[in-house]
């Protein structure tokens, strides 16, 4: 049966106490809004259709896709009010109706929701709650029928009772939609036209109205304000670590780790406290990664080592290669297999070879270094003259010495050498040393300036 999804995201959040429209506000470094788009996408519905209200120009800029349909619902009305925006462009068999600010629920859930709709029957989610405050309660009848839903500000103190609620969440026959939206009324505490009244239609017009339950309450939570938002935040790290673990991967402590995108692992990962993965990373098989990492877009080969405090972006660390404490690798790095950066080694756009090492306190930028070649503390490669960058190429087994500055362009040939603290402004050939610094002077009987 085809589907249609309209995902409601109109709301102002007032209680977050922003200026960025709810629906916008991150989990897992992606809005809110995202996730919820992103699960619809797994659904392969005909139409995905966002209704948008306060900050709708800001939410189309940061979501616009060819696969979404922005609808705007110019005054908030109430969740009714909101579908019936959307109306115009449904035309599937089934419509699904989701929440902006609901970004934890499971593909999983939706597929036995959706499998409960036929022509005579509709699919409610429900949730069991305990503390059912603010929800609406699901009225059902002595056999256990859904007779209504029943909002918490309407509802009697007996139906404040029950523990089952409402996650807003509904799956119905598209060709009654329309009918039932047009019956609305808007008669209640809030003087809004409820979605939920849809559901005491469809038991008077002889539809049976069939229940499946969500997992636990987080699954559907919604975030009002930046506690609830918080909540879901870590139960979301909660099951990508969970996730991660029963794939084989350690991690110290769970709660102590943040999965900002999306990570493909390989066996015997061990993953030390507050690393955070965003992005796409791929980790291989016996990679370590120690504490307070950040990988972002990132490939670690097999045996890879990422010590603490490291930072890499858009970087390639290579078979058994290792780099850090304190290293930051920017885009287009790649180290080679058995290659080693060390502490305070910052590199962009460059590339070590085979077994090439930078131990310590070193900034390779637009480089090329070939295998075995060995980088002196303190080096630089001078790639930028303040307009252009320019690229330094070292050969194989290249040394250079500490506190060398390589001025590009410049190219080093095969086991090249240059004196510590030169200045390498041409090229320099194979098997050659090149030293550029000034002669030394000894000043004798020198004194050296006191203070007036």
Request: with cysteine.
């Amino acid at each position: 049966m085809s589907l249609d999804i309209v995902i409601l995201a109109a709301g102002q959040g007032t209680r977050m106490r922003s200026a960025l429209p709810k629906v916008l506000h991150p989990v897992a470094g992606k809005s809110m809004l995202g996730h919820v788009i992103d699960t619809a996408r797994q659904l392969t519905p005909q139409g995905i259709h966002v209704v948008i209200g306060h900050g709708a120009e800001r939410v189309r800029e940061q979501l616009a896709a060819d696969d979404l349909n922005f609808v705007l619902q110019s005054e908030q009305l109430g969740t009714g009010h909101a579908v019936a925006q959307a109306l115009p462009a449904l035309t599937a068999e089934r419509v699904l109706i989701l929440y902006g600010d609901v970004p934890l629920i499971e593909v999983e859930t939706l597929q036995r929701l959706l499998q409960l709709v036929s022509e005579q029957q509709l699919g409610l989610l429900t949730v069991n709650l305990n503390d059912p405050s603010g929800y609406g309660r699901i009225v059902r009848s002595a056999t256990g029928v859904v007779n209504a839903i029943v909002e918490h500000k309407d509802a009697t103190p007996e139906q404040r009772l029950i523990s089952e609620g409402n996650t807003g969440i509904l799956a119905v026959p598209g060709k009654r939609l329309a009918d039932w939206l047009g019956r609305l009324s808007n008669s209640n505490a809030q003087g809004e036209y409820y979605l939920t009244d849809v559901i005491a239609m469809a038991v008077a017009d002889g539809l049976v109205v069939a229940t499946e339950q969500a997992t636990d309450e987080m699954e559907v939570l919604g975030a009002n304000d930046r506690i609830q938002l918080s909540q879901l935040e870590r139960h979301y790290q909660y099951r990508a670590a969970r996730k991660l673990m029963v794939q084989g991967v350690t991690l110290i402590d769970p709660a102590r780790f943040d999965l900002r995108g999306e990570v493909a692992v390989g066996r015997d990962v061990t993953i030390d406290i507050n690393v955070i993965l965003e992005g796409q990373v791929v980790i291989e098989d016996g990679v370590q990664i120690g504490p307070n990492c950040v990988i972002k877009n990132s490939t670690l080969r097999k045996g890879a080592i990422v010590k603490a405090n490291s930072h890499l972006e858009g970087a390639e660390v290579g078979e058994g290669a290792d780099c850090g404490p304190f290293a930051r690798l920017r885009p287009g790095s790649v180290l080679g297999a058995r290659a080693h950066v060390g502490n305070f080694v910052e590199l962009k756009n460059a590339k070590l070879g085979e077994g090439a090492k930078a131990g310590h306190l070193s900034y390779l930028g637009d480089a090329e270094i070939g295998a075995r070649s060995n980088i002196g503390a303190g080096t630089i490669t001078c790639n930028y003259d303040g307009a252009n960058k320019f690229k330094t190429v070292l050969g194989e087994d290249v040394f250079i010495g500490s506190n060398s500055a390589l001025v590009a362009p410049v190219t080093l040939g095969d086991r090249a050498t240059t004196g510590a603290g030169s200045v390498i402004t041409s090229d320099v050939a194979d098997n050659t040393l090149a030293v550029g610094r000034a002669k030394q002077r000894n000043i004798e009987g020198w004194k050296r300036p006191t203070k007036k």
